[in-house]
């Protein structure tokens, strides 16, 4: 049975949004299971210290890759820049994404588009840009963050959730028409993760959130990324068109 540090072996990765949290978690993982791992972030040299601590602790390696995922020549360039440099590309990870929002009545237009533009938009260009290199190989998997709201809502959420339902439709979608290419798309719903995005709601309502969770606890980015791991690596070589919860049985 291939052991956990080797079951990325080989593979070349790009992992967007990885300064911090579910991203900064993701990147850790896949080096730790022997992958090549391309790291995004939107802001020069911002990871380029815990790159450099990953890369002497761990077999794999982590690559600093600085682009806005929003500008579709810059995201372009960086996938080219994979393709020359390892001559495939076998894992995309979508995990850059914002989370702005208000309550109806007060949502401004220009909210809508900085949310969709980032967690949709990008997406899906992404996926295009990916899946040119994938169909060429014919192998590759692509899994997406989507979110607990986006599979049920919440209050006060309208414009996140409705963002996060729309990754989990492209990913049915993208999963449908590149499977004959034996490219896997699936998703990733996480649930309350404690980073410090989540943190930002402030401490009056963290333990009236962690008591909405049967599990009694936050999640952990590293609950998610061990999931990207499963569906990175060849563990989950039938599985696609999937919205895997890691939620701890929250309700909201």
Wanted: charge should be neutral; aromatic fraction near 4%; charged fraction near 20%.
């Amino acid at each position: 049975m291939i052991s956990k540090s080797e079951l990325l072996k080989g593979k070349v990765c790009l992992v967007t949004g990885t300064s911090r949290g579910i991203g900064h978690g993701i990147i850790e993982t896949f080096i730790a299971a022997g992958g090549i791992v391309y790291a995004n972030a939107r802001e020069p040299e911002s990871i380029d210290a815990v790159v450099c601590e990953m890369n002497q602790k761990y077999d794999g390696r982590v690559i600093p890759t600085y682009f806005d995922v929003t500008d579709t020549a810059a995201a372009k360039k960086a996938i080219m820049q994979i393709k020359k440099e390892t001559g495939k590309l076998d894992v995309l990870v979508n995990n850059a994404g914002v989370m702005k929002d208000a309550r109806i009545g007060m949502i401004p237009h220009q909210l809508m588009e900085d949310t969709f533009e980032v967690n949709v938009f990008a997406m899906i260009e992404l996926i295009q840009l990916a899946a040119k290199i994938m169909t060429r190989q014919k192998n590759g998997s692509i899994i997406n963050l989507s979110s607990i709201v986006g599979v049920n809502g919440n209050i006060g959420q309208m414009v996140y959730s409705a963002s996060k339902g729309a990754v989990i439709a492209l990913t049915k979608t993208a999963a449908k028409e590149l499977a004959s290419c034996n490219i896997r798309v699936n998703a990733i719903a996480p649930g309350m993760i404690d980073t410090e995005m989540f943190r930002s709601i402030g401490e009056e309502y963290l333990q009236e959130r962690i008591d909405n969770i049967k599990m009694g606890r936050l999640g952990t980015p590293e609950d998610v990324a061990n999931t990207c791991l499963y569906l990175a690596s060849d563990l989950s070589a039938y599985v696609t068109g999937q919205i895997l919860g890691v939620d701890g049985a929250a309700l909201v």
